[in-house]
């Protein structure tokens, strides 16, 4: 699919350039129409056909036409709100019109007419601007190709959109949340903390950067950081984490050059917290059970200052080239990497001071970095995450030598994928016993003090349950 509004078209849509104060919230003044929509278009065409929502916008925007800055960061904050509300505003769609059928409309034009759907419920936009959106998507994709969606759009702004009465519905509604996930997190957190996490969830996600200090020191990575324009803030703990707050002209992070040599990579603050909690230290033999694309592992190094040995498991040998890019750009020596089903037994002889698990879970602890996955989840993938969560402790319990210990741990919310697979883990291993790692979080549910759970609206990371289990 070509982007609508690039080139030469792009030139001819130029003359046509609708001048609108159409966001007046985010700064006013105006605005290249036609390339928002386009834009809008394709980035939630190209999540609809399965990208991630950081993916979608990446890709299009990498074919966008050049300068157009006001109109990119509308159009990506537009597409970020559409996809936060995803499933909702599809529902609302099907009620204004029963009988279209989205699988064959071409996805871009789905996705501008959700985003104007987002617009109007969420934002209260008028008629008016109904209209010009109209005609917009009319210019940019074509008269034939919105023709079947013009029902809904001469509805949009007049006919009201019917949503749930029940708190519960209500919630999910709102918030832009699946109903099961909402009554979950209700169940099992109470409603009044549940609704923290899901706000949090619709957070802008704060961006942590690592200093990689196998290749600089915090203050060199800080002052290079500094010279090319980024404001960063120093977390106290740990020492190496920068967070940061603002680039110059919206610059990315990844085309500096503190990035490009290595010395700093993004990773967010809870992820480095799970291997605070594991503790590696110099000279250790260390298993990683799910490795790719390397963030822990390479952390892993960072902290055994690039002695000892790291075995680096996955079952994606496509991710496990990433893993190697990152481990080869951030100076990693001491890391093998093992393209295996970590459920089954290993080719591994030896026994380790460390395992760390950072298994596949649903990720709601996740869902303000990437707004499109919790439309593919699924109630039924808690069980099927149990079953592999736990299949993979007990193997990682067959390669722990006396005195070592597993680090498990999830960046997720759930009970089933957390404190229950430790319990049942427990049950059948008697000779671990679960230990305090000494970073900051709350205590674990179900009385399991010595977990440590992370929330994004307390401690400002990603929402992570870990567990060290001692042998
Ligand atoms: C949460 S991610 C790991 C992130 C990684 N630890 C990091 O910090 O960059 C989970 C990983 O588990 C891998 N995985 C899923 N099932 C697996 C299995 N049966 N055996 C080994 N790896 C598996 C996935 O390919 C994915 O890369």
Redesign the pocket.
């Known amino acids: 699919m070509g982007f609508a509004g690039s080139s030469k078209k792009r030139r001819r849509l130029d003359t046509s350039v609708e001048r609108l104060h159409l966001f007046r919230a985010m700064g006013g003044g105006d605005v290249d129409l036609d390339l928002v929509v386009s834009i809008v278009g394709e980035v939630l065409a190209e999540a609809l056909r399965g990208r991630s929502g950081k993916g979608a916008i990446a890709e299009v925007l990498r074919r966008a036409p050049r300068g157009y800055l006001r109109e990119k960061a509308l159009a990506v904050k537009l597409a970020v709100e559409t996809m936060r509300r995803l499933g909702v505003l599809e529902k609302a769609v099907q009620q204004l019109d029963a009988e279209l059928r989205v699988e064959r409309l071409p996805r871009p034009v789905y996705g501008a007419l959700l985003a104007l759907t987002f617009r109007v419920l969420f934002e209260k936009a008028d008629r008016m601007e109904v209209a010009r959106w109209a005609w917009a998507m009319r210019r940019v994709f074509g008269f034939p190709k919105v023709h079947p969606v013009e029902y809904v759009l001469a509805q949009l702004g007049v006919v009201e959109v019917q949503c749930p009465e029940d708190d519960e519905g209500l919630v999910a509604w709102r918030l832009g949340y699946p109903r099961w996930v909402v009554r979950l997190l209700f169940r099992e957190f109470g409603r009044h903390f549940a609704l923290k996490l899901l706000e949090a969830g619709n957070w802008e996600p704060i961006t942590y950067l690592r200093v990689n200090t196998l290749r600089t020191t915090v203050e060199e990575a800080a002052d290079a950081l500094d010279a090319e324009g980024f404001q960063i803030k120093e977390l106290r703990y740990p020492p190496y984490v920068l967070l940061l707050r603002r680039s110059k002209e919206g610059k990315p992070v990844l085309l500096s050059k503190a990035y490009r040599q290595g010395w700093v990579v993004s990773q967010d603050l809870g ?1 480095c917290l ?1 291997v605070e909690a594991a503790h590696p230290t110099p000279d250790e033999r260390v298993l ?10 390479t ?1 892993l190094a960072q902290h055994m200052k690039n002695r000892g040995v790291i075995i680096s ?4 040998f496509r ?1 496990m080239v990433l ?1 190697r890019e990152m481990v080869w750009r951030l100076g990693v020596e001491i890391a093998e990497p093992l393209v ?5 037994p290993l080719p591994l002889t030896q026994q380790f001071d460390l395992v ?1 698990v ?4 649903t ?1 709601m602890g996740a869902f303000w970095r990437d707004p499109m996955m919790k439309w593919r989840l699924r109630p039924r993938l808690l069980r099927t995450y149990f079953r ?1 969560q736990l299949a ?1 402790l007990k193997q990682a319990a067959c390669y722990v030598g006396e005195g070592g210990r597993i680090v498990y741990a ?2 997720t919310y759930p009970f089933e994928e957390a404190e229950k697979v430790v319990e049942e883990f427990l049950a059948t291993h008697p000779g671990f016993r679960l230990e305090h790692p000494e970073i900051p979080g709350s205590s674990g549910c179900r009385e399991m003090r010595e977990a440590v759970r992370l929330y994004t609206h307390q401690h400002r990371c990603n929402g992570y349950f870990i567990a060290v289990l001692r042998r």
């Open positions: 992820s799970v990683d059970l799910c490795a790719a694309p390397g963030m822990k592992t952390l498991v996955d079952r994606s991710r893993w295996a089903d970590a459920v089954q760390l950072d298994p596949p879970c990720s592999l993979m999830v960046c």
